[in-house]
């Protein structure tokens, strides 16, 4: 049978090989966060970069084959011009409110006429 390789009597270096690892990582991370196919697709990259253990070369053809996201309609201008803003209340204003249906009719009580009603009817029984 052969010889097994006998363990040294010194402690492994777990510091070393925690700052290695550390610094391929990070080195990682850099890596896919920077390529130029992440540009668009930034949210994508992080979550390769960050969440998965994806090499580099794949996570670049990943984000080359991912649709890059869509840019915002609205802009700053947009939501900071008063007279817009202000005709958009104003349109919206009618909306919520219950003017527009018709009023269900309701019943008016007249305690006076009831009491009437009522002695009457015990009057004659």
């Known amino acids: 049978m052969a010889d097994k390789p006998k363990a040294d009597d010194k402690p492994a270096d777990t510091a070393a090989v925690k700052a290695e690892a550390a610094t391929e990582t990070k080195a990682r991370i850099k890596e896919i966060t920077g390529l130029e196919e992440a540009s668009g697709r930034e949210a994508l990259a992080q979550h390769i970069a960050f969440d998965t253990e994806m090499d580099v070369e ?50 008016s009580l007249n305690s006076r006429e009831i009491f009437a009603a009522r002695r009457a009817t015990l009057k004659g029984a």
């Open 58 to 107: 794949a996570a670049k053809v990943m984000l080359a084959a991912a649709p890059k996201s869509a840019e915002p309609t609205a802009t700053v201008d947009d939501a900071t011009d008063p007279a817009k803003y202000e005709a958009d209340r104003l349109r919206a204003s009618g909306q919520a409110q219950p003017g527009g249906m018709p009023k269900t009719p309701s019943a």
